[in-house]
């Protein structure tokens, strides 16, 4: 992989780990392992903004999650995500999102979060290669509830790197913004029947109670989907730049499989769902599944 790419992203993982504590440009030269003029210079270039201007928007981003999920006090909030003052940080917020903290904990609305996308991960693309299986795929029968979803349409989209050409990757900051089911957003391909002339398969989302209320953000659509019955298949952990890899080796053990097996049938009427691959837990896809019809 390209040298300056690799720096990059050593300064971004260094941001991660580090997000709460003093950053500096030396320390972000350390790990990029190039000067610091360099660093900055290349850190501008790939992700488009400053070393200052990223870590503020991820500070911002990271607070504005505790607020919704927390009774944290504002000038708590400021400290813990490494603002220097309570005023600094509540003009920061403002200018980023909108509203004030206070507002915002009050009543959480949608916002559009800032999404760290690993400079590495934008340079790999999803091309067609045979893989070999993974040694092991867990699967597990699990139910969902009824429930809405919040969901950005797009237009052809049938994957996720279709949709992020159609939508842009924005979106998923917006849905990490709302508190949903499961604690993070989804990826769904949708039946016909959920789909209105002219729309995608694919769909970015965030699964709600049915007694949601909330805001729906401009431009985004709430649908119902009954309760159904998924078969979870979760391959092993892999390295985060394999993420390719492992979403094919578990799609493949997908289509080997015989749901027969254990007495159900592959359901068409609720959609498959994908999860955001974490190398961590391996990567996870959740496909609908109902009582096998009699012979």
């Not at 790939?46 to 999650?65: D, F, M, N, Q, V």
């Not at 690993?118 to 067609?128: D, I, M, N, P, S």
């Not at 849905?175 to 995608?200: D, F, H, K, M």
Request: aromatic fraction near 12%; charge should be negative; hydrophobic fraction near 35%.
């Amino acid at each position: 992989m390209d040298q300056q790419i690799e720096a990059v992203q050593r300064m971004q993982d260094y941001i991660e780990v580090h997000l709460n504590q003093e950053i500096t440009l030396a320390g972000l030269a350390q790990a990029s392992l190039f000067s610091p003029w360099y660093s900055y210079r290349i850190f501008k270039q790939h992700t488009g903004l400053t070393p200052a201007e990223y870590i503020r928007r991820r500070r911002l981003s990271a607070s504005a999650l505790q607020l919704r999920d927390t009774d944290s006090k504002i000038i708590d909030v400021a400290f813990d995500t490494g603002f220097g003052s309570v005023d600094g940080y509540q003009r920061a917020f403002f200018r980023e999102f909108g509203c004030n903290p206070g507002e915002y904990a009050s009543r959480p609305v949608p916002l559009s979060l800032f999404t760290p996308y690993g400079v590495k991960y934008r340079a790999l693309k999803k091309e067609a290669h045979q893989v070999e299986p993974v040694q092991n795929v867990f699967i597990q029968l699990i139910e969902k509830p009824s429930r809405k979803v919040i969901i950005k349409r797009g237009v052809q989209a049938a994957d996720y790197f279709s949709y992020c050409e159609e939508v842009g990757c924005d979106v998923w900051g917006i849905l990490s913004s709302i508190q949903s089911l499961n604690g993070e957003p989804v990826c769904l391909w949708l039946p016909q029947a959920y789909r209105p002339a002219n729309t995608s398969e694919y769909v970015q989302g965030a699964e709600v109670p049915m007694t949601y209320q909330g805001a729906i953000p401009e431009g985004f659509d709430l649908i119902e989907l009954p309760a159904s019955k998924y078969f979870m298949f979760q391959g092993e952990p892999f390295e985060e730049e394999n993420y390719c890899d492992a979403i094919v080796q578990v799609q493949q053990a997908v289509e080997k499989y015989d749901p027969s097996l254990t007495g159900y049938e592959w359901d068409a009427s609720s959609p498959v769902i994908q999860l955001e691959p974490i190398g961590t837990r391996g990567y996870i896809e959740l496909h609908p599944v109902r009582k096998a019809s009699a012979p």
